[in-house]
């Protein structure tokens, strides 16, 4: 018989023995206990980098009693968290912004209120808020980022247009944002894709090269004459409106639509030789920024009367073009915001959804853009 080898561990090895498996337990114990924070934290929306910079700053009370926040968490996310500006992370409102808390700081060190800093972060991008905050605090924050669509790269000209003309915030925001504190035809957005709600005036502008997706041929007796040429989705919308408005006895007829880039350069050579340069400033756009060059537009003719506003197919289109995504784009009481001089024929496509709201709320295409297109 083999005999059975008992293992003796002598009296200070079993000593050693027993506190580490005391030390092990309570290391455990703790994991247990922190992970369990952590998953607190993570419940409430924080990540698990976020979580541990909270706990190794001493802030789970802080933080529980908030709640979920988003700006909190980047801030703990951030090598650029500032122990006092905590109170000031829990009330400004997060954006996704690379640079978000290192330029809050700066904002909070200039002076800026929370409320003011939400405004600034929102109206701009991360570059936009990292330039602005380089200055030094400047006034108006409220009254031009109050508008929703008040940009904050364009808080100079805002600014400057203000002091130049006296006007409210709200018409500077506006007019800044189309453009129109520069002189027209100069300094004007190129706009390079097709959509039925595009906008092109004097401050937006079309390049020679620009042609509408869906060009095609506009058939008879839709135009008054053969080769005319539009969008596709504009002429479908047109032919339901042209039968809609036969049925209850209106005659209506395209007389102009598509206008390619030479083909304006040929009008406006014309008129300048027949009328001069005055005439052709103040009736004619320039090549690019005509709206028919978008093949959106049409000049719209009445089969009974030669002078359209003076036909029952005027007052018609008034009140029903819309349904079919129309807008009478150039009215009387509208053509400082326009740019155009009055046109009662000229229409455009814009598609149901924007010709409905333009239409109940009375105003222009341009305005639409600033609020609801332009970001
Ligand atoms: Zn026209």
Redesign the pocket.
Known sequence: MKKVKKLHLKEPFNKIFRIMLVILGSLVALFIFYRYQIGKLEHLGYSEKASRNILFQFKKDYILSVGENKTLNAAFESVDYKEENLDHYSKIVYQNHKHLISNINRLISKGYSNQNISMILKHGSDEDVIAFSKREKVKYVEEFYSISYAKLKYYDRYVHYADETGEDEETVVLYVNLGMDEEDYKNATIVKEFSPSMLVNKHWMLDESFKPDDLIEIKLPYASEKGMKASKVAINAFIQMYQDAKKEGYGLVIN?SYRSYQDQEEIVDTYRSLYGDSYVEKYVALPGYS??QTGL???IGSTEKNVFAESKEYDWMLKNAYRYGFIHRFTKSQEEITGFRS?P??YRYVGKKIAKYIQEHQITLEEYFAEFLDS
């Open positions: 102009s709206e028919h537009a049409f000049d046109e024929w000229h």
